[in-house]
């Protein structure tokens, strides 16, 4: 099961046969707006996605229920009695603006913060999330942090545990002793027992009676600790076995690739959090993508109110052709990396009266691309060596134009296996892993399905155009 930003996803995995079946359920209004959520609302909902999914095909016995959620980007305190006395706030709640630029102006602080966690000042994490919740006073009936992801495994068997690889993505711990950070401790105002217990990837503990009877299925059922959804599609498109870099576009998007040691970048740009089986993950997210191409496609652009989003995107292979379409910063959200901007507003330029939606339609996949390619092209010099090829997950998968322009851009090989639950897929295989039934999920190999290629005919082209995003970039991000 997966309790992600915007859905609840359910897969069913057979050992010897795959993936059996997929269950996605948007939450219900009732649960939040992406932005915050009630989290038991949101736990019901993913449970109850679970437990369709299993009365769909019969199933009254599965052999270990595995969970993945979002990295610890994320915050619901909780009281003595570990119940919710705040909403969940998601990595796109940006309330937290105020306290984080006031830290982020003491440099010494951002890099020596940076380099003992990963993670650089940003309200997406559930260390500064607090901070501001501390600083405005709310933090007073709190006995508690937690993020998404230990809340669930909460929910479904009792313990509050979080893995060292999703808690590294929350800002406490520190990269390198794995343990809890003193220093984020003190700087928080407490000590570790208000935070969950560090476990390794593969820990299980019994499924709770009632979780047990919301699923549908056996009570002591052994439920592995809940991983993070990046790490998970980490591990399902084999980059933790081979020199692959991949992407994936939901909501948001980030990058990853697979390390041998922690890496980080000589100022606060890119993150590094803890990956599996004594690997690190290095890389770069961004707030805006999906989120960003539904706001041009459909509030902009009236998608799905005469035109659809295929419409749009035939027509953004006519402004290509074009070559003029305008120069898009991708910031909706906010700006996570390489900035770490959470003030920063979207931008474009360059446009002219000649510019149609078409042309504003493509300035926005190609933003968030540019985006992403400058994230890559600061993160390919800590880690070592370019990759070999990209993995790319998410919505894109339903653009063909999309990819190629991401394999032009990169100019590098991009694979898309259809792998639209990457993070479910991934998360069946820690639970192979953990259940004994494959020795190392370094073994996992890229399906490398459908693939597209980098047009040396457009190297050109998207260089200049990114050169002026980079221009734009750098002269409005004073």
Same mark, same amino acid.
């Given at each position: ?17 795959g993936?059996v ?7 219900? $209004?009732?649960a ?5 959520? =009630? ?5 019901e ?8 999914? %299993?009365?769909?095909n019969?199933i ?15 915050l619901?305190?909780? =009281? ?5 006395v ?7 709640d940006?309330?937290?603006s105020?306290?984080t ?28 999330k607090?901070?501001?919740?501390k600083?405005t ?6 006995s ?33 002793? %794995? ?11 407490? =000590?570790?027992?208000?935070l969950p217990?560090?476990v ?11 979780a047990?009877s919301?699923?549908?299925i056996?009570e ?15 591990v ?8 692959i870099?991949s992407?994936?576009v939901?909501?948001?998007a980030a990058i ?5 040691k922690?890496?980080l970048?000589?100022s606060p ?12 993950? $290095? ?17 902009? %652009?009236g998608a799905?109110g005469?035109?659809s989003?295929?419409?749009l ?28 901007d ?6 474009m ?11 504003l ?21 800590i880690?070592?060596?370019a990759?070999?090829l ?7 998968e ?6 190629q ?15 639209s639950h990457?993070s479910?897929l ?28 980098? =047009? ?6 998207f ?14 991000s004073?």
């Amino acid at each position: 099961m997966e309790a992600s930003t915007a859905s609840a996803k359910a897969m069913l995995y057979r050992n010897g046969e795959g993936v059996v079946d997929i269950l996605p359920i948007n939450y219900s $209004a009732d649960a939040g707006d992406t932005v915050t959520f =009630d989290a038991d609302k949101i736990m019901e909902e993913t449970m109850l996605a679970g437990k369709r999914l %299993l009365a769909q095909n019969g199933i009254h016995h599965v052999d270990m229920v595995a969970a993945c959620s979002i990295w610890s980007h994320s915050l619901v305190l909780l =009281d003595k009695d570990k119940r919710p006395v705040s909403r969940l706030s998601t990595w796109a709640d940006t309330a937290a603006s105020a306290t984080t630029d006031k830290y982020r102006k003491d440099s010494e602080l951002f890099a020596s913060l940076y380099r003992r966690t990963g993670c650089p000042i940003h309200t997406t994490y559930t260390f500064w999330k607090y901070m501001h919740e501390k600083e405005t006073g709310n933090a007073a009936r709190v006995s508690y942090i937690a993020s998404m992801p230990e809340y669930l495994y909460l929910k479904l068997t009792g313990e509050f545990a979080v893995s060292r690889s999703t808690a590294s993505a929350g800002g406490f711990l520190n990269l390198h002793t %794995l343990e809890w950070d003193e220093e984020a401790l003190r700087l928080a105002g407490i =000590d570790e027992g208000m935070l969950p217990t560090l476990v390794g990837s593969e820990y299980t503990s019994p499924l709770s009676e009632g979780a047990a009877s919301m699923l549908g299925i056996k009570e002591g059922t052994p439920v592995l600790i809940t991983g993070a959804d990046g790490c998970m599609n980490q591990v399902a498109v084999g980059g933790f076995g081979d020199n692959i870099m991949s992407i994936s576009v939901g909501t948001s998007a980030a990058i990853r690739i697979s390390t041998e040691k922690p890496v980080l970048a000589d100022s606060p740009s890119t993150w590094c959090y803890v990956g599996v089986e004594d690997m690190w993950i $290095a890389g770069c997210a961004t707030a805006g993508a999906g989120n960003t191409v539904d706001w041009m496609g459909k509030k902009i %652009l009236g998608a799905h109110g005469g035109i659809s989003l295929k419409q749009l995107d035939q027509g953004a292979v006519k402004s290509l052709k074009k070559g003029d379409a305008p120069i898009f910063l991708p910031f909706l959200a906010g700006e996570r990396c390489p900035g770490w901007d959470d003030t920063k507003s979207a931008m474009m330029f360059d446009i002219k009266i000649n510019h149609d939606s078409y042309d504003l339609y493509y300035s926005t996949l190609e933003g968030v691309l540019f985006n992403l390619k400058q994230c890559y092209e600061i993160t390919l010099p800590i880690v070592g060596q370019a990759p070999k090829l990209i993995s790319i997950s998410g919505g894109i998968e339903q653009s063909p134009f999309w990819l190629q322009m991401a394999a032009s851009i990169f100019e590098l090989p991009v694979y898309a296996d259809r792998l639209s639950h990457a993070s479910l897929l991934g998360t069946a295989y820690m639970a192979l892993k953990a259940a004994g039934e494959i020795a190392t999920v370094k073994e996992i190999k890229p399906q490398l399905k459908r693939s597209w290629q980098p =047009d040396g005919s457009s190297r050109e082209f998207f260089a200049r155009r990114f050169d002026k995003y980079l221009k734009y970039y750098h002269q409005y991000s004073i």
